[in-house]
Structure formats: C-alpha cells, structure tokens
C-alpha cells in the first residue's frame, strides 16, 4: 500500500497523513492517532526517501564510540543497549550510524556529522566529570541525549541514567544489615560518571553507620572478569579480608567469584556479594533463583527509553531539556549471607 491509498481509505489528503506520519504539530493528535493505527492495520510504511526529502531529515541516529572503549562493543552491557535502542528506531523508520573512531578524533566525528548532515541527532555514551561532548555537541547544534550524566556540567542538556548512588547506598545498607561491616568495593573507572555516583552511595552508608571508608577494601578498574579477579584476589590476601564485596557488574562478579573459589572459600555463605545489571539478554544471573544478589536495571529498556527522548527532541526541539531517573531494584539471590565472625 503507498501513501495515496492510504490516504484516500482514510478520507484526507496524502498531505495530511504525510505530515500526521511525521509527527508534524498543525496535525490534531485525534487525526494522528487515526493515521497511525490505519498505518499499523494495513502494514504501511512511509519512503524514508521521501521522508528525508520532506523533511530534510536524515532519518537516522549515530553513536560514536573511541577506539579506546572498543571493549564496549562486545561488552553485554552495551550490546542490551543498542538492541532496546535498534528497536524504537525500527518502529520510527530511523536507521542507526555506529562510528568507531580514534580517541582524538572523537571531536571531529561528531563535528563531521553534523556537517555532513548524516544524523539527525546523537546518543553519548559513557559520560564522564566535566565532560567536553556536552559543551561541543551544544556549540553544533547537534540534539543529543546522555544515557547517563556528566557531574561537573553546568550546561544544560538531556539524559537519562540509573540512580547509581542510591542503588549501591541500598546495596551496602543490604549488607549492613546482614552484620557486615568489611564491605569491599570493586567499582568501574571513577573518572566515569556512574562509578563516581556508586562510590558516593558505598560510602554513605558506610558513613551513616560510624564506618569509616578503608582505602584498601576499593578498587577501580575496567569492568573485566580479569580485573574483578585480580581485585578481590589482592583484598582476600590482607591480613583483615572483607567479609562481602560489592561489584560493579556482573562480569566482574565472575572474576570475584573464581578469587573465592581459589581462596576455598563459598559465595554466599563465606562470602557475600553484590553485583550491578544483572538483567542482561544474553547473561542471566540463573534461572528460576538469582545466582547474585544485584542491583537490577535494565540496560535494554534504558536504550528503548533514551531512544525514544532522542527521537522526541528531534521531532520537537525546544530549550527545556529532558531528563529522567530510573531506580534499580534490589533482586535478592544466593551470593548473600549473614556475616560470620572472623
């Protein structure tokens, strides 16, 4: 069916369903809705080469990701990402432009595409303090949403993240409360956004309860099984080891697990521990009973969601910003336990 049949079933002009398509504003939301379900019930979708004609739109989104987060491609995490993003994309008719770039060269990707007119719009990843894309997408005029956020920036700008703070603060009270109180922290980069925000919760609660921070109980690497290992490898040798640890994802959850197992000692009865997004599609923490006690998010919604802000600004460009918390839930599984006395 092409959009001259369409129209004349619903009894407009191909003009108006063109624009009731596009998301046009002069297009009542009654007619919009009426298009689209008609849209959806014939199986109809809109020329995208025409759509670009129209509009003057690309009709797609880029991600640009530096040689040096390579890693992040392979990385399960990233992948759920881009898989619930691919699918609001999809339903919008909007292709996806993935850039691997030189680490500098990072600022001329984003400067080529928007010259180049081969996006209508970006998703930043991995944001960092003071980060420089936040300012450099704004100088462009390039829309942008930030899965995550920037501390230190004080422009403002659009995002969308976990609430990492209060999720690892839950975490450690979790842990507290079980009667520990040699909690280890095996955390990302804290250059990064999210890992700072982590440590910040850890250490609040730690404080809350007249604990303080022990330096050689943390540890911030790449987000490997190789570095998880190495962490709590070097943290189960001190002569006062941690009695739970807290890790920053599931894959360094592995590396934990394989230091215990070394050490001879059993997860969840010896030694409890806690990992972050454990509901990943190709990574499942067991199958009827959690095999980690985590701080659940799913990575996969977080795509669909600042997919469909991005694609919302694009359509809708205004100066408010819009920004949007998610909360991770704590999912109880068999790495946790109450503390035995050292």
């Known amino acids: 069916m092409n959009l001259k049949e369409l129209a004349s079933r619903l009894g407009l002009s191909p003009t108006t369903?063109?624009?009731?398509?596009?998301?046009?504003?002069?297009?009542?939301?009654a007619t919009r809705e009426r298009v689209m379900a008609a849209a959806k019930r014939h199986n109809y979708h809109p020329n995208t080469r025409a759509i670009r004609l129209a509009t003057g739109r690309a009709m797609a989104v880029g991600h640009v990701i530096p040689v040096a987060t390579r890693h992040e491609i392979v990385n399960?995490?990233?992948?759920?990402?881009?898989?619930?993003?691919?699918?609001?994309?999809?339903r919008n008719d909007y292709d996806m432009l993935l850039s691997v770039v030189p680490d500098d060269q990072e600022e001329a990707a984003y400067r080529s595409l928007k010259s180049k007119g081969n996006v209508d719009g970006v998703i930043v990843h991995a944001p960092k303090m003071n980060d420089p894309r936040?300012?450099?997408?704004?100088?462009?005029?390039l829309p942008f949403v930030v899965h995550g956020r920037a501390t230190g920036t004080t422009l403002p700008y659009s995002w969308l993240d976990v609430?990492?703070?209060?999720?690892?603060?839950?975490?450690?009270?979790?842990?507290?409360d079980l009667g520990h109180t040699r909690i280890a922290l095996v955390n990302g980069l804290e250059f990064m956004?999210?890992?700072?925000?982590?440590?910040?919760?850890?250490?609040g609660a730690l404080s809350a309860r007249g604990i303080a921070p022990d330096p050689a109980l943390m540890s911030s690497d790449e987000m490997t099984e190789i570095a998880g290992h190495r962490a709590a490898r070097r943290m189960?040798?001190?002569?006062?080891?941690?009695?739970?640890?807290?890790?920053?994802?599931?894959?360094?959850?592995?590396?934990v697990r394989r230091a215990l197992e070394e050490a001879g000692l059993q997860m969840?009865?010896?030694i409890s521990?806690?990992?972050?997004?454990?509901d990943l599609s190709y990574m499942k923490n067991g199958e009827d009973v959690p095999i980690f006690t985590a701080t659940r998010s799913s990575v996969r919604d977080a795509g669909r969601l600042a997919a469909e802000m991005l694609l919302d600004l694009i359509a809708n460009p205004g100066p408010v910003p819009q920004q949007r918390l998610l909360e991770a839930e704590l999912i109880i599984g068999q790495s946790t336990g109450p503390c035995l006395r050292l």
């Open 273 to 278: 521990v806690i990992i972050h997004d454990d």
């Open 134 to 141: 936040i300012a450099l997408l704004h100088d462009i005029g």
């Open 76 to 90: 399960p995490v990233f992948a759920d990402f881009i898989a619930g993003a691919g699918e609001t994309y999809s």
């Open 193 to 203: 956004d999210f890992a700072i925000r982590r440590r910040t919760g850890y250490e």
């Open 268 to 270: 969840g009865r010896d």
């Open 236 to 255: 189960l040798a001190l002569p006062l080891r941690p009695t739970a640890f807290m890790v920053a994802s599931m894959i360094s959850g592995m590396g």
């Open 163 to 176: 609430n990492n703070r209060r999720a690892f603060q839950r975490a450690a009270e979790f842990l507290l």
């Open 17 to 29: 369903v063109s624009r009731a398509l596009n998301g046009y504003p002069e297009v009542n939301e």
